[in-house]
């Protein structure tokens, strides 16, 4: 075929700040989620500095209070500020979200890496177990874990965590067997390549982008997860505050019309699972276009 | 045949994770720190009743042999005990899996109905007015907790408007179930003509049903949504309308034609999605089943019933995901004809 | 007499996040009744943006940003969209590369011409059908019956080549837009489609608009070329006279990187790239990549002038040294 012989085509350019603006300027919803995000964590963080009461203070004396000016969510059956409540349990929802996928990342990340470096047996054993554990629906495996390593709030992350492993694991693994393919591609490169360098100069910038946006896309799950356990009774138990745990105590207060102790806790719960959500969305559109697909 | 190739491979990769569930199930059962024969035993188990109960269990022979011992176990059914209601768990379980089934099919049937055309809708008329309902309702849906939206329903609906029955199980108060044909109440009292007990259970159904239905009808839409966006930019999409092909042809006939293939691979997770939520919403509604046996169990430390779900919800997802496949390796053309 | 098919001042642009792209910058086109015409030019240059925009099929994020296209003395544009519908298929046809993926994959290929039968043509399932075995005996198609049924996976890639131009002749275009139709396809099956394009325009006395990268297949059936470069057209002529005596830079360039078995010449690569089509220069773009590229050419554009009998050239430099040739 006698085809135009076109010099190769000029090297892409990185993305000038004006382009990086315009990307985030088109995505005003996921910045702003990513702004809600950063104000919860520091209300999180700073709870003592900013909650109205102590979140254990009882007042036997404003009982299943409804909105109002001293209390802005009302109060519960002891008297406790229910913003306040709000406020601390932000601290255990966000750490214990952040916490199992954290680890989850941590731990599939490095599992994926080796199960794909090696490759063989190991993978295909990896691949069947990966199967198997993605075979239970996440929730119902979470709830599994923790009924059976008993209640508390470590057990909660951990099972959380377990749940979301074969995720990461997949993803790190297809990137390192995509490398490895490079590598054994290129002759001269293949003899004496030690593998910490593959997986820094390779391996990491291809998977930190889609990392990334699982993560975060996953925190939000997490919550869900750990909150939906804690309202059926596993992991973190009343008089705690957590936000399904207190979703859970405003439910038996619906039928006297307490309507403000269900409504809040579950309220932040969306919101801030919401949040999670666009910045997924909005981290995906702006790290890799390519990744985009379709929004 | 390209059909049987592709079902003898799809067979064969069931075994092992089915084994892999098992295994799973069992470590969760006899691996984890607590003694299972002190449970069963009771908190007033004698040294020797203990030693009893272990040896009973099989709790002192070794960890091969207790896993044989599970899944053998397993294909008589026999899966242990319920120490809150005495009888074995397996029993319960079919006297109490009509009703997790009926609140499934129902939810699935509202995710469907409304959550398939939501998503056609939303991109067939991409950026629209629509479109951003449809993208904030898919968004929001699937940050919205289960129990959450139980519990929002109930309050408006039962107690604002007094337009639905308190959450308290499938039947209203004095009620008879019909006679049981299927165990599900609606489709029973249908085929035996009994009015009062179809009104009672499609009012007792339809909270549950649509605070499940809609924790699902989320992601389907989404899922809907971005397939037939991305069918709608094939090379094929584009020759048809280069061949001037009328608008309705190219996407309700074409592009869904094309898209209803990866919808019934959705359907598969969609049950996933419908077993998790399962659990939740049957505790915020007491709806007698499966999901509720289990989460009471929990209450009593009673970890037969809840295992057993676990396990349970494990096999029917592999099922149905097999289902699935073989649903769609029948239904796309490129795989049942090579 | 009038043309077929008449561009006048094309410009097609894109947005993007980094600004528009400028892929047709005011181009000029003419195609006569039955002639085929060759629309060559390297990826980017804009030539399948043109066929698109012939099919008034331009969507976001491109659009027409000026320009007409009259075809067959009607300017497309007035049309509403019902009856640009009724001309997309019926008197302009395309062919599209990577036949496979062009057609639908869930419906027997048989089916996909019949209906274009039954909706343009008005004819029943039963007179589409007879038709449709018609046309696949027509682009040679063995055992068409029992392939009518089969899906587009089943078929090899130069048979669904030839089932698109069936749908594509279904209803005997005036105009087919042919765009890279051979590229994917083997050598040899190439040269059977070329050969069945050319045969069946002969015969139906459709025009073509045949669009390649490709100067060889550009040789074997085109009466007249017509040269793109980065959106621009730069040279149009009759094609022995385009390969004999090219007359703009660009073109000639082309035409001695062509590999000749009868001459031991080395094949010399154009110099550059195509330029960026985001911040183009304001006059000719081939600018950064020529030999005679003079101040003039830099800042404003060479207009098309006609150089010889239908030979049609826009280039300053060219027109200087004509004179002294």
């Known amino acids: 075929m006698s085809t135009l012989p076109i010099a190769p085509p000029a090297a892409p350019v990185s993305a000038p700040p004006s382009l990086v603006w315009r990307r985030i300027r088109r995505n005003p919803l996921s910045f702003t989620a990513l702004c809600v995000i950063v104000g919860i964590a520091l209300i999180a963080l700073f709870a003592p500095l900013v909650a109205p009461y102590p979140p254990d203070a009882t007042d036997a004396g404003s009982t299943l209070q409804s909105v109002s000016w001293q209390h802005w969510l009302g109060t519960d059956l002891y008297g406790r500020d229910q913003l306040s409540r709000i406020i601390y349990a932000a601290r255990v929802d966000l750490s214990v979200a952040f916490a199992a996928t954290a680890a989850a990342v941590a731990v599939g990340a490095l599992l994926g890496a080796v199960v794909g470096y090696r490759g063989g047996w190991v993978d295909n054993v990896a691949m069947r177990a990966v199967d198997s554990v993605m075979a239970f629906p996440a929730f119902v495996l979470a709830m599994g874990i923790t009924a059976a390593m008993g209640n508390s709030t470590g057990n909660v992350a951990l099972a959380i965590s377990i749940t979301q492993i074969p995720a990461y694991l997949r993803l790190i693994r297809g990137e390192m067997m995509r490398v490895r393919e490079m590598e054994y591609a290129d002759a001269a490169r293949t003899v004496g390549n030690p593998a910490w360098r593959i997986v820094l100069i390779h391996l990491l910038p291809n998977c930190l982008p889609p990392l990334i946006v699982q993560a975060t896309l996953a925190m939000g799950f997490a919550l869900l997860t750990m909150a939906s356990l804690s309202f059926i009774g596993l992991g973190i138990q009343p008089p705690q505050s957590e936000w399904g745990v207190m979703t859970a105590e405003g439910a038996s207060q619906i039928v006297t019309g307490e309507w403000w102790l269900f409504l809040f806790p579950g309220l932040a719960i969306m919101i801030t699972v919401l949040a999670f959500n666009l910045v997924g969305d909005g981290l995906r559109d702006f790290l890799d276009p390519r990744m985009r697909g379709i929004r | ?338 | 007499m009038i043309e077929l098919l008449e561009i006048r001042d094309l410009a097609v642009q894109f947005e993007s996040d980094a600004g528009d792209i400028k892929a047709v910058d005011h181009i000029n086109l003419t195609i006569r009744r039955g002639e085929v015409v060759g629309l060559v030019g390297e990826s980017g240059s804009g030539k399948s943006v043109t066929s698109v925009a012939i099919l008034r099929l331009i969507r976001r994020p491109g659009r027409v940003t000026s320009g007409t296209i009259t075809f067959d003395g009607v300017d497309l544009a007035s049309l509403t969209e019902e009856e640009m519908r009724q001309v997309r298929g019926a008197k302009i046809a395309l062919v599209s590369q990577s036949p496979r993926t062009a057609l639908n994959p869930v419906i027997p290929v048989g089916r996909q011409i019949s209906r274009l039968f039954q909706l343009h043509a008005g004819l029943s399932a039963e007179q589409a059908k007879k038709r449709m075995l018609e046309m696949l005996a027509l682009v040679r198609i063995p055992d068409a019956e029992k392939r009518a049924k089969q899906y587009a996976h089943q078929l090899s890639g130069g048979m669904c080549q030839r089932v698109m131009i069936g749908m594509a002749l279904a209803t005997s275009p005036q105009l087919l837009l042919a765009d890279e139709p051979t590229t994917g396809l083997d050598v040899s099956i190439a040269a059977k489609i070329l050969d069945l394009l050319r045969e069946l325009g002969a015969r139906t006395g459709a025009a073509i608009l045949f669009i390649t990268h490709d100067l060889g297949v550009v040789a074997e059936i085109c009466d007249r070329v017509v040269v793109m470069h980065a959106g621009q057209v730069v040279e149009s002529a009759p094609v022995r006279t385009l390969f004999n005596n090219p007359a703009h830079p660009y073109t000639r360039a082309l035409v001695r990187s062509i590999p000749r078995i009868d001459r031991d010449v080395a094949m010399e690569p154009i110099p550059g790239s195509v330029p960026s089509l985001l911040n183009p220069p304001s006059g000719c773009r081939y600018v950064e990549r020529c030999d005679w590229a003079s101040e003039r050419c830099r800042q404003s554009r060479p207009p098309l002038n006609e150089v010889a009998a239908d030979h049609l050239v826009a280039c300053y430099g060219y027109e200087e040294r004509r004179g002294a040739c």
């Open chain 2, 1 to 338: 045949m390209g059909f049987l190739n592709y079902l003898v491979r799809r067979l064969a990769l069931v075994l092992p994770t089915l084994f892999g569930v098992s295994l799973i199930c069992f470590f969760l059962t006899y691996m984890l720190p607590g003694n299972p024969a002190m449970v069963k035993a009771g908190p007033f188990a004698t040294a020797e009743h203990l030693a009893e109960m272990e040896h009973q269990m099989g709790l002192d022979r070794s960890v091969p042999e207790q896993y044989f011992r599970y899944v053998t176990g397993l294909f008589h059914g026999d899966l242990g005990e319920s120490s809150s209601t005495g009888r074995p768990v397996s029993q319960d379980f079919i006297q109490r899996l009509p009703a997790t089934l009926e609140l499934n099919l129902a939810a699935l049937l509202i995710a469907i109905v409304i959550g398939i055309p939501l998503g056609v809708l939303s991109a067939v008329h991409r950026d629209t007015f629509i479109d951003h309902v449809g993208r904030v309702v898919g968004i929001t849906g699937v940050a919205m907790p289960s129990f959450w939206t139980g519990l929002l329903f109930v309050y408006v609906f039962f107690y604002l408007l007094n337009l639905a029955p308190p959450p308290l199980g499938r039947l209203g108060s004095g009620i008879t179930p019909p006679t049981h044909i299927t165990g599900l109440y609606v489709v029973d009292s249908l085929m035996t003509g009994n009015w009062i007990a179809l009104r009672s259970s499609l009012y007792q159904l339809m909270l549950p049903a649509a605070t499940l239905g809609i924790s699902v009808m989320a992601p389907v839409a989404r899922m809907v949504r971005s397939t037939m966006l991305e069918i709608l930019e094939s090379d094929y999409i584009k020759a048809a309308w280069a061949a001037g092909l009328p608008r309705h042809t190219v996407i309700y006939g074409d592009a869904l034609r094309n898209a209803m293939i990866p919808v019934i691979t959705i359907l598969g997770i969609v049950f996933g999605f419908l077993m998790a939520g399962n659990a939740v919403v049957e505790s915020v509604f007491a709806w007698p089943g499966i999901g509720n046996y289990a989460v009471t169990a929990l209450m009593t430390k009673d970890s037969g019933p809840i295992q057993s779900f676990v396990l349970f919800v494990a096999l029917m997802y592999v099922a149905v995901n097999l289902l699935v496949d073989l649903a769609y390796g029948l239904a796309d053309p490129r795989i049942r004809l090579r």
